[in-house]
């Protein structure tokens, strides 16, 4: 038996990873799912965003899934998702970057984000007339993200990724990066390996996305990279995600909980059923893992989604369903 907490969140984080945890539990019998609540709701009842308690049940979890939580705007309040990140320390994100929207040009490459640094330290310094951020790059970060993201393209057959960074002007830092990342590739004699700077990069993938594969990046440019993808191909509610680390995994879609459609029955689930899918593979479920990706590439053609990524989530769910579960 595997044991899987689920975090749904706020706005389309829950009304996503709901009928996902429903086409699980459907699909594999013999994982059990407890759920923990975090984000703004939590936050406005109770003062915190996401208890000791659920970080605890996480890093006992085999894997977590997480749906989406609201952005407040307050200094009291800590984003959950990053808290989770840096506690269990999963240092790794991994973001897949697909076209599945038939008729389209050729869109596959995987971004692999530093999760646990960067700009993502919240150490700023409030100082008469300015603010200071502290953005930390360590050579074990980079050193981890490296072997990580040249070792999954090994397994998973990837001949070729870029390493994404900006060492012209962010010498030392990406530097260093830059350099870790060229002496952990030279072990790896059968992946291409190559460097660019991100602005570089965004336009290349604007212009032509088909001619990556994959990248590995610090955590702000594989924010802001991912997303870019993601507009390339229908939008956040086509990005699944995992969040690796030594001992924990948490799985989630790229998006974030859309305030502006929450509510309407309008948010686009693929991602986060994608995400669940890379949780089985993950806790040991390959076949069914393999069955529930195939069923969403099936389904994506006779879901409507609209030019802002938009669907019906119920239309989008039974479709997945009829094909996953038809006698
Ligand atoms: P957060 O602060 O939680 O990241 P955000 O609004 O900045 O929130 P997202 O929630 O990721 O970021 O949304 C960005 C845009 O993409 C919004 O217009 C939203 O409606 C749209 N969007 C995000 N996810 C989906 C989805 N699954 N289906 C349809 N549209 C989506």
């Known amino acids: 038996m595997k044991h899987v907490l ?24 013999s994982i059990d799912f407890e759920y923990a609540s975090a984000g703004k709701a939590l936050f406005e009842a109770e003062g915190f965003s996401i208890s000791e308690g659920t970080i605890e049940a996480a890093r006992k979890a085999d894997a977590v899934l997480f749906g989406a939580t609201e952005t407040v705007y307050s200094s009291a309040y800590r ?16 973001r897949i970057i697909r076209e599945l929207r038939p008729n389209r040009k050729k869109v596959d490459f995987v971004i692999f ?18 603010v200071i951020t502290h953005r930390r790059i360590s050579e074990s970060a980079c050193r981890r993200i490296s072997e990580f993201s040249l070792s999954y393209c090994e397994e998973h057959g990837i001949g070729e990724i870029v390493c994404v960074h900006k060492a012209n ?22 992946i291409e390996s190559s460097d660019m700077l991100v602005d570089a990069a965004a336009m290349n993938i604007a212009m032509a996305p088909e001619r990556f594969r994959a990248i590995t990046t610090l955590n702000l440019y594989g ?23 030594q ?6 879609p790229a998006h974030g909980s859309a305030p502006d459609i929450a509510g309407k029955g309008m948010a686009n689930p693929f991602a986060a059923i994608l995400s669940s899918a890379m949780m089985l593979d993950h806790i040991g479920f ?42």
């Open 6 to 29: 689920v975090i749904p969140g706020d706005g389309i984080g829950s009304e996503v990873i709901t009928p996902t945890v429903e086409i699980l539990s459907e699909l594999v019998s």
């Open 79 to 94: 984003s959950p998702v990053l808290d989770l990140r840096q506690k269990l320390d999963l240092f790794a994100n991994v």
């Open 113 to 130: 984000r530093e999760n646990t640094e960067g700009m993502y330290t919240r150490d700023e310094e409030q100082l008469p007339g300015e």
């Open 169 to 190: 002007v962010l010498r030392l830092s990406d530097g260093l990066f830059v350099r870790i990342f060229r002496e952990i590739a030279s072990g790896y004699a059968e």
């Open 223 to 245: 924010d802001i990279l991912s997303d870019l993808g993601a507009g390339l191909v229908g939008g956040l509610g086509f990005i699944p995600s995992a969040n690796i680390g």
């Open 247 to 252: 001992m924990n995994a948490m799985f989630e």
């Open 286 to 327: 390959r076949k069914e893992s393999e069955k529930l990706a195939e069923a969403v590439r099936s389904a994506v053609p006779g879901v409507e989604v609209d030019e802002n990524g938009r669907c019906s989530t119920i239309s989008a769910v039974d479709t997945v369903k009829r094909i996953l579960f038809r006698s």
